[in-house]
Structures are given as C-alpha cells and as structure tokens.
C-alpha cells in the first residue's frame, strides 16, 4: 500500500481492468455479489477496533458512535441489502396496452458500470462504505474517494480495501478532494458519481459531470430547522434535540442546526437542554468519553466566531488545542447573524422564537431547503401544515435524526441539499439503470399502424386515444 498520489495513468489502467472486469459479466451475477457484500461484512468485522481507534483519532468520535453511527449502520445496509437483493434484481413484469398487443413488457434493473463514490470527513466510514454497498448490490465495479481531512480513517479504509478486493473490481483512491477528484473526472468517463460533502463543492462536481453527461447523487447539507410548537412535551423535546445537536460534536449534515421555539416555551426548553447538556456530558464536558471533538482548526476557527453571535446562555467554552468546543445554546442572535446564514456544522444551537406559525415559516424560509426538518408538537394539524410548506429532504415528528437509520426511507435532499437518495432499496436503484424492454410475438401483427394512412385508420386512432 503506498499513500504517494496515484498517477493519471494509474486511474486510467484501473479504470480499463474495471471496465474488463465489468464486461467480463461477473458483477451480473447475484452470487457474485451477495459473495462481495459478505466479504464487506467479514473484513469490517476483522478491522473493528481499528476503525473505532482511528475515528477517535480523526474526530475523538465515542465508542459508542462511532459502532452505532458508523459500523452498525453499515452492517445494517449489509444485512437489509443482502436479505432483498434476489428480488430487486428480479426483472419485474409490467402491463402493455391492449393496442399493442401480442407484446409483454419488462423492466430490467441493469448496473450502470463505473461508479465514483466520494465521501466527507464527519462520518468518514459510514459514508463511504454505506453507499459502497448499493454500489456492490447493483452489480458496479468502484472507485472510491474518501475524505484527506479524516486521514486516519482514510488510510485505515485504504488499506482494508486494498488488501480485501481486487482493484479491478474495487479500488480506492486518497488525497486532496480538489486534485484527485478533478484529475479523476478528467481521466474517467464514470458511468456514476455519487458525492456526499458540501452545497459549493457538490456544485463543481456537478458542473464538472456535466461537460460529459455523467448523472449524479448530491447528497449536500444546509440548515435543518427544529421547530418547537407551544402544544409539546417539552422534556423529551430538549432531550431529543440535545442528543441529536451534540451526537459527533454536531457534525452531522441532519444535525439539528439551529431551534424556532414557540416563545410561550422558549424559558422551559433552554431549562431542559441545560438539564440535558449536564446529565449526558457531566460537569465538564472535555472530560466526557462521551463528547467528540472538532475535526480541525480551520473549522473551529469558524465555529469559534459564531460564539460572538449572541447570548450564550449553556456552554461556550472553548480550548482550540484540544479543538474542544462545550454543548452551547445560544439565544439573542439573528437573521443577520452568519449563525443563522451558514450551516453550523458544530456544537452550537441557535435559539430564537415565534408566535405566529408564519413567522416561524419565514425565519426558515430564508434559507435554501434543508436537508432535514424536525417538528415537536402534540398536535397532528400542527405537523402536518409545517410538514407540507417547507420543502426539506427528510425529518422527524418529535424526534430528530433518527430517520436515516431506517434503510425502508429514502435519503436524501431536496434543492440545494442535494438531489437523488440512498439507503435500503434506493441505494440499488440509485446505482442501477432500470431498463424497458418490450417483446413482441410475431403470430398477429396490427395493421392500423402502418401507411399509408386513410380515413378510417384516422378514426380508429381517435378512437384509441379518445
Ligand atoms: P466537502 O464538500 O468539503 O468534501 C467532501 C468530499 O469532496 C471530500 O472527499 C473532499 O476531498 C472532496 N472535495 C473537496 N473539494 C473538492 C473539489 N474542489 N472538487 C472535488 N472534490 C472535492 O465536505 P466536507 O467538509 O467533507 O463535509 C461537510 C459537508 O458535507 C457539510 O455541508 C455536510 O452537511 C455535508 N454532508 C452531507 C451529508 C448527507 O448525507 N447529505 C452527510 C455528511 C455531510
């Protein structure tokens, strides 16, 4: 295994032995690639404790996280993947219309070929390898791009990848995201590229698959609101969301980013979260085993700023050598504010309030669809009226975060937090082609079709269509 970049010429010659790989039909095969998904599983199991060593490394991510949040949903989309995988396969058999007849219909779930999986640094396992999997299961042969600035993990993925899987068939490229993506796209002609990571840089990848028509899965970020309404269990409300803000020091893209309280709770809620804050994280959070950490200094540095905001009134305290930043809530901030402007990324909650539902719409409307939206409310008409006039990916009724983990939803976003999903059964449609395909039988033939057109085939036409 060498970390010195790859060459051009490198992508190229492994791109030719993917492409005669893919063609040697092999990856059509359902054995195949049930076979290949339990290799997955397999070598995931036997690097275990490697993985949790260098995601503490990279990010101080909990033990606990980063089994759940990282292995356990991948193992998951191994497990879901391989006990569905003979049916999604399966041609499926569609009606033909009676004029059309003696012909049968059938659509045929084709993998695309070549596909490129770029991942970000916040669950830099996860995001690699859960997509990897619908990759596996739709028959394509991989190149994968992990993130340079998770680069314990990434050297750990590229050697678990390089020592288990024949590169023609999967292989894992690392380093600068700019370089290596850029000089891949222009090297390779994917058949597929699958990015999760940031709105601007999910832009270039977008702009860059264009020039050759490459399709593409954005799955992006933004600011995922919390609403809280005045009918709420207020306690498992604060709870809830101070899981989900502080899980991975809030660098999750579902994460949510800042809270629109209804003002009739706002002194009970910031109350709760203190509770929360204290009864998760302890007396100081730097000691807890619990609480991960920034991932570099440039991002604390951003996070950092946003401390000047508003009015701290939980946490705040920071230490840049440690890249530690306390569970904080902040109130007194505004529309004005960056906090408010950009995706936070980090362990600072925003929180302002409302009094008419309206005013709650508008404070998120300000900002592009989120990739995730939660509302806590007692009251069903309430859900459904916030539910149906924002826009956003996916999200939660008194809960937060948790719908990624259920491999029957789609995921993904909406606008500018992304286009396409994955997980479960989308995850195989996103990286199949679903080809139609219709076969005739040649004992009748109708004649209505051809020329020369009269009268009569006009009518019977209209007739048809009518
Ligand atoms: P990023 O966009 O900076 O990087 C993502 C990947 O793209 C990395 O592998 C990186 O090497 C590569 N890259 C960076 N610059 C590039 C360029 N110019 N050309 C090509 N590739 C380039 O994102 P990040 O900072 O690693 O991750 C944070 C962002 O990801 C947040 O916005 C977050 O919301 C989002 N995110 C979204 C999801 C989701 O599922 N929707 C999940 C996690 C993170």
Redesign the pocket.
């Known amino acids: 295994m060498s970390h010195t970049p790859q060459s051009d010429s490198t992508y190229h010659l492994r791109y030719q032995q993917q492409q005669i790989f893919f063609e040697s039909g092999k990856t059509r095969e359902y054995a195949f690639r049930a076979a290949q998904l339990k290799q997955l599983r397999t070598v995931i199991k036997d690097h275990e404790q490697e993985i949790i060593a260098a995601l503490q490394a990279d990010l101080r991510k909990p033990v606990f996280e980063a089994f759940t949040s990282e292995i356990g949903l991948v193992y998951d989309e191994i497990a879901f993947a391989l006990s569905h995988l003979k049916a999604w396969m399966a041609p499926e058999k569609v009606k033909t219309p009676a004029v059309l007849f003696p012909t049968t219909s059938r659509i045929l779930p084709e993998p695309k070929g070549t596909v490129l999986i ?6 830099p396992f996860m ?1 690699l390898f859960s997509p990897l999997v619908g990759a596996i299961a739709a028959g394509n042969t991989v190149f994968l ?5 998770a680069p314990r993990t990434s050297a750990l993925m590229e050697k678990m990848v390089s020592e288990n899987f024949d590169p023609a068939y999967i292989h894992i490229v690392t380093g ?3 370089t290596v ?2 000089r891949l796209m222009e090297t390779i002609r994917f058949d597929h590229i699958f ?5 601007p ?1 999910g832009k ?2 977008a702009q860059a698959a264009a020039k050759t028509l490459t399709p593409v899965t954005l ?3 933004g600011k995922s609101p919390a609403i809280v309404d005045s009918e709420v269990d207020i306690d498992t409300a604060a709870k809830h969301i101070a899981w989900a803000k502080y899980f991975n020091a809030g660098q999750s ?1 579902v994460s949510p980013d800042y809270v629109l309280v209804h003002e009739s709770q706002k002194t009970r809620l910031v109350e709760r979260m203190r509770h929360y804050i204290h009864a998760f994280f302890g007396d100081n959070p730097q000691q807890s085993e619990s609480y991960a950490r920034i991932i570099n200094h440039r991002r604390f540095d951003v996070l950092e700023k946003y401390l000047h905001e508003g009015n701290i009134v939980a946490g705040g305290q920071t230490d840049r050598e440690d890249l530690y930043i306390a569970p904080t809530v902040i109130e007194n901030t505004g529309p004005e504010n960056k906090l408010m402007q950009e ?1 936070i ?1 980090g362990p600072i909650l925003p929180v302002l309030t409302w009094k008419t539902q309206a005013e709650a719409l508008s404070i998120v409307k300000k900002n592009p669809q989120p ?1 995730a939206f939660y509302i806590f409310t007692q009251n069903d008409k309430t859900s459904d009226e916030f539910i149906q006039r924002i826009p956003f990916g996916g999200g939660c009724i008194n809960n937060a975060m948790v719908h990624l983990a259920n491999p029957h939803l789609p995921f993904g ?1 909406v606008g500018s937090s ?1 286009m396409g999903s994955y997980h479960g059964e989308e995850s195989f449609r996103t990286f199949s082609h679903f080809k139609s395909v219709m076969k005739t039988k040649n004992f009748y033939d109708n004649p209505l079709r051809y020329p020369p057109y009269n009268n009569r085939k006009v009518d019977l036409a209209q007739w048809v269509f009518d």
Do not use: H, M, Q, R
Not at 118 to 123: K, R
Not at 145 to 149: F, V
């Open positions: 770029i991942a970000p640094w916040n669950y995001l791009k992990p993130s340079e600035l600068d995201g700019a993506v850029g990015f999760t990571g940031s709105t840089v270039i990848i799955e992006l970020g893209c995706e990324f990739l976003g992304g």
